[in-house]
């Protein structure tokens, strides 16, 4: 999921950008800003660092087994070419 904390920077990003009357509104516009904030990334089609890092190194160790296989077949083609014909 999001990182919440992120959120609070991101949040205290914009309030830090308002003009001084509306940072002083309070509350209501941090949570407001929150709730619209977190209902707009869930929409997002993404996945936490973790589930990426699982990912890239399952992607990674099925690449180290195609190049294994890659290798086992050449092999076998060179032998069969270096074979005699009959």
Known sequence: MLNP????EIIQQVQNTLPKGLQDLGSDIENKIK???QAQLTKLDVVTREEFDVQTQVLLRTRE???ALE????ALLQQKDEQPKT
Do not use: G, T
């Open 5 to 8: 904390k992120k959120i609070e």
């Open 35 to 37: 709730q619209v904030l």
């Open 65 to 67: 087994k195609l190049m």
């Open 71 to 74: 290798a086992r077949v050449d």
